[in-house]
């Protein structure tokens, strides 16, 4: 029901609201999926292991709220910014370090499946809005 893939299958759904996307075909969604799997497999292998511990840290602390939490993550991402390629879009970099780090994290603590998922889809939502939006227009077109 909520998945959160990067490996080419059917994506999962937006909790916190519709993105506002017009109905797409699952072809398009899947040469998007299988893009951002590539670059995420790349980003995978160089995101050290102390990272992730820190951030599982975050969303095992009860006392923080998701809007901290949020702001670390973004904060993470931009931190992992600075040693990627600079040919690489920035959206769309920002946007597979965020899923990667989703990934990594339920990989290390699977209790956290739902606070790291909602969490990371309303970053997603949050800075990604417009990218998604524009990738899907420009698959279809």
Known sequence: DDELQTD???????RNGDVGLPPTNEEVIRIIAAQ?????????????????N??????MNE????EEITRHMSRVVR???QAIPSDMEQEKAMLV???VLTKKIVNTVPFLLRRVF????????????????????????
């Open 97 to 99: 370090l965020a899923m």
């Open 118 to 141: 909602d969490t990371t889809v309303n970053y997603m939502n949050r800075q990604f809005h417009n990218y998604i939006a524009d990738m899907v227009s420009a698959v279809k077109q």
């Open 63 to 66: 006392n923080l709220s998701n």
């Open 8 to 14: 080419g299958n059917r994506s999962g759904h937006f």
């Open 54 to 59: 820190g951030l599982v840290q975050h969303f």
């Open 36 to 52: 951002l799997a590539e670059i995420g497999d790349q980003f995978d292998r160089e995101i050290q292991e102390r990272v992730v």
């Open 79 to 81: 931190e992992l910014m």
